[in-house]
């Protein structure tokens, strides 16, 4: 009876941490849309071939962005939208981690692992830890 106590135990642990992820990125993404950590993203892209890996094709972006609250950077990520999925495709960053205030700042290269012509329908999202909150907030950066 003691071992059955101790798997109910685990599985009790084992929700509540995986609801709290769930609360997190919930809060998070929440708290992106109304309080985002950048506005007035302007992209340019280009196709680059071979570039990182020969044979395979990336998309290098660089542009500006105005950063509206004092964050710091995490990571980035993107999806592309293949019809009614989304699959997750690296990004690899040409330039140093920066520590960046408030006001407007230019980026890149950032090289995505997407087809240029597939780059519409990608969507990058910045992960920023803001002061005073036990989340990350994560912030549309594209479209």
């Known amino acids: 009876m003691g071992s ?3 798997i109910k135990a685990m599985m009790v642990v084992a929700l509540l941490m995986m609801s709290g992820m769930f609360f997190n990125e919930f809060i998070g993404e929440l708290e992106g849309r109304v309080f985002p950590v950048v506005v007035d993203v302007a992209v340019e892209r280009e196709r680059q071939r071979g570039t990182m890996d020969p044979g395979v094709n990336w998309t290098k972006i660089d542009g500006v962005f105005t950063k509206v609250r004092d964050c710091s950077f995490l990571s980035a990520h993107a999806e592309v939208r293949v019809g009614r999925l989304s699959v997750s495709v690296p990004i690899s960053f040409g330039e140093a981690t920066k520590l960046r205030g408030d006001g407007i700042h230019e980026f890149g290269p950032w ?27 994560i912030t549309q950066f594209f479209p």
């Open 4 to 6: 059955l106590g101790s």
């Open 111 to 137: 090289f995505v692992r997407v087809l240029a012509a597939d780059f519409e329908t990608t969507v990058i999202r910045v992960v920023h830890q803001c002061r005073y909150r036990p989340w990350t907030t």
